[in-house]
């Protein structure tokens, strides 16, 4: 069992790069539950990310997938200037690091 969601945890993140990588929005935006949560945080120093993207800086975060989608309709209807011209992407994806955090979470 443990194997077999490591393993799907794995795909996803290659799956979710491609997905990018292609530009197919739609499918991408389905990988995410009304509630995701998406958060990338900033660099506090030299060598601790901030950890509440509520009180400290973040380099993107939306609280549910709407805001993914709203980034996506920005995208496509060419409102969001930080994305004129859309940026090229290449995801490269290394052998992950995964921990298991209870039987079917990871």
């Given at each position: 069992?443990?194997?077999?969601l490591i393993a799907a945890?794995?795909?996803?993140?290659?799956?979710?790069?491609?997905?990018?990588?292609?530009?197919?929005?739609?499918?991408?935006?389905?990988?995410?539950?009304?509630?995701?949560?998406?958060?990338?945080?900033c660099w506090k120093d030299?060598?601790?990310?901030?950890?509440?993207?509520?009180?400290?800086?973040?380099?993107?975060?939306?609280?549910?997938?709407?805001?993914?989608?709203?980034?996506?309709?920005?995208?496509?209807?060419?409102?969001?200037?930080?994305?004129?011209?859309?940026?090229?992407?290449?995801?490269i994806i290394q052998p992950?690091?995964?921990?298991?955090?209870?039987?079917?979470?990871?």
């Amino acid at each position: 069992m443990q194997n077999d969601l490591i393993a799907a945890a794995k795909d996803l993140v290659v799956l979710e790069g491609w997905l990018l990588d292609q530009r197919r929005w739609d499918d991408w935006l389905n990988l995410y539950l009304e509630s995701a949560e998406y958060w990338l945080p900033c660099w506090k120093d030299e060598y601790t990310l901030t950890s509440d993207p509520q009180s400290e800086v973040s380099l993107i975060y939306y609280a549910s997938r709407a805001g993914l989608e709203d980034r996506i309709y920005r995208i496509r209807t060419k409102r969001s200037l930080a994305s004129t011209p859309l940026p090229r992407t290449c995801h490269i994806i290394q052998p992950a690091c995964v921990t298991l955090s209870g039987d079917d979470e990871i």
